[in-house]
T-cell receptor, first 112, second 115 residues
Framework: KNEVEQSPQNLTAQEGEFITINCSYS?????LHWLQQHPGGGIVSLFM???GKKKHGRLIATINIQEKHSSLHITASHPRDSAVYIC??????????????FGTGTRLTIIP | DTGVSQNPRHKITKRGQNVTFRCDPI?????LYWYRQTLGQGPEFLTY????????KSRLLSDRFSAERPKGSFSTLEIQRTEQGDSAMYLC?????????????FGQGTRLTVV
């Protein structure tokens, strides 16, 4: 079993729909990241969370530390939101190493 | 500062050849990470530098792999005697100098194809 599980693996939705992507993890963490990866490989950090909820534009991220679960929501989805969304957790560090452990990603496709 | 920069963006090499990739982190970041991502998977940790010191290496990093960060600024990742299984995206990330500045910034990656 992977330490970080995401669902769904693939998601196709119509423009304007409300999107939810889920992430569950099995290890103790100091923070959780939501990342966006477009074709070509570059990764952009969307959120870093250690508790509660954060909002940026149409994106909302929540985390429940007790349940070891986080969700990423996209409101009023748009074709430009099409990308792979990756959940990654930051564990307790050795030597200041705050390496990330990644989920396998959710491929989101928004159809006009 | 234009963010984390990786070169080359793409590399095609014949099996058995050596390749070297470069990462230039954000200038004030003292922490630098290398990750490897194969098709359809999330990235996996390879190695970590704090300044010029390589403090952790994954068991994924075989003897054919070596990474350096000689002056605590840019880093290189070398793969010797490449194998087809080395084909992947190699990602570099850097993060800041204080424990509060640990949001990771990623480069565009170097996509390696071994033929």
């Amino acid at each position: 079993k992977n330490e970080v599980e995401q669902s769904p693996q693939n998601l196709t939705a119509q423009e304007g729909e409300f999107i939810t992507i889920n992430c569950s993890y099995s290890v103790g963490i100091s923070a959780l990241h939501w990342l966006q990866q477009h074709p070509g490989g570059g990764i952009v950090s969307l959120f870093m969370l250690s508790s509660g909820k954060k909002k940026h534009g149409r994106l909302i991220a929540t985390i429940n530390i007790q349940e070891k679960h986080s969700s990423l929501h996209i409101t009023a989805s748009h074709p430009r939101d099409s990308a792979v969304y990756i959940c990654a957790v930051r564990g307790v560090s050795n030597f200041g190493n705050e390496k990330l452990t990644f989920g396998t990603g959710t491929r989101l496709t928004i159809i006009p | 500062d234009t963010g984390v920069s990786q070169n080359p963006r793409h590399k095609i090499t014949k099996r058995g050849q050596n390749v070297t990739f470069r990462c230039d982190p954000i200038s004030e970041h003292n922490r630098l990470y290398w990750y490897r991502q194969t098709l359809g998977q999330g990235p996996e940790f390879l190695t970590y530098f704090q300044n010029e010191a390589q403090l952790e290496k994954s068991r994924l990093l075989s003897d054919r792999f070596s990474a350096e960060r000689p002056k605590g600024s840019f880093s290189t990742l070398e793969i010797q005697r490449t194998e087809q299984g080395d084909s992947a995206m190699y990602l570099c990330a850097s993060s800041g100098i204080t424990t509060d500045s640990t949001e990771a910034f990623f480069g565009q990656g170097t996509r390696l194809t071994v033929v």
